[in-house]
């Protein structure tokens, strides 16, 4: 399973929550969580921003579920005082540097990401300074401070068009992600070198199960995030962010999809298109445990509500290090496509099955 022995290291960007804080042993197991999370959202003019990964009942509760792109257009836009920030550190960082008034609180100060971990800033920093004369395209699953360090930030929806569109005088160093890198190598044609980073879910994936899966189902169109390996990218039918994918379910004519990405999705999937069957990729046992993002899963509904109630754990970057790091993410923002459909929007009403 993805992320058995994982851990994460949690930068000085996150302050936990304090000794005065309420803890999860204090909760009352009798509390109406939904009823309490929506009072608060009210009570702190509070948005929740959830993303595809997140457990079911954060997704359903969220006022806006999306991609690593929508969830930035949606922080940078807000009115709300308060951003809730059901996914994982980078994101919530990411929330913070476009929105530096807003609180910004996370449920889980561990749920980092194994590409963040993978990219340690001060070894990043020697890598750019070895090579003076690249373009720094950095992945969005990064550090505040990688980002600092960077010409331009992408998402997996749009990183092949930014870097189809930057000036061709220079190669690309990317980082961390290696395979999302390999990919947009391939379809822009760009010179490019590559921070050794991977995704600890997207490279569990097997190449040998998922042929022998489509064999079982030669009609199922393979859905896949460029996360994964090429072993996995060269059988699919669809490569894209998780907005992406999600788009490709719900259009294409076939009834059985192959879903090569973390398995949370699947549930906006149903959502979307019902009465469609989403087989999740397998990994190297042949079954989907590897799918699980192990960071995502930390957040959890009494997490969520701690989170919104001690105001922590919260976001609190140092303004020039903020400063540095809006740069590249406001030039990616200027340079993305115009959105053409945006996640998933007014959400939190209590399902009925939670009633
Ligand atoms: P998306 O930008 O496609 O939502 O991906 C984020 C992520 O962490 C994938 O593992
Ligand atoms: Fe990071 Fe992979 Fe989890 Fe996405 S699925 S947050 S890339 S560890």
Known sequence: MAGENFSTIVPDTVIPAGPEALSLSDLDPDLDLWAEIDRLRKEKNAV???????????????DFVG??????????????DMIVFCGVRFMAEVAKILSPNKTVVLPDVEAGCSLEDSCPPDKFAEFVARHPDHYVVTYINSSARVKALSDV???SSNAEHIVRNLPED???LFAPDK??????????GREMIFWDGTCIVHDLFSERELVKLKARHPDAPVAAHPECHDGILKHADHIGSTRAILDFVTTTPAETVIVATEQHIIHQMRKDAPGKTFLPAPGADGTCNCANCPYMELNTLEKLYLSMLNEAPAVEIDE?????????LQRMLDMSPP???????AKGSK????A
Do not use: C, F
């Not at 929740?48 to 509760?61: F, K, M, R, S, V």
């Not at 020039?320 to 590249?328: H, I, M, T």
């Not at 959105?339 to 929007?345: I, P």
């Open 67 to 80: 991609d690593s792109l929508d969830l930035s257009r949606k922080a940078a836009n807000t009115d709300a």
């Open 170 to 172: 220079k190669p690309v």
């Open 339 to 345: 959105a053409t459909s945006q996640g998933k929007g």
């Open 179 to 188: 395979h999302l890198g390999a990919y947009v190598q391939r379809q822009t």
């Open 48 to 62: 929740i921003l959830a993303h595809y990964y997140q457990d079911p009942e954060i997704q359903d509760l969220a």
């Open 320 to 328: 020039a290090l903020r400063a540095e790091a809006w740069k590249p």
């Open 153 to 155: 930030i992408v998402t």
């Open 351 to 354: 399902p009925k099955a939670a």
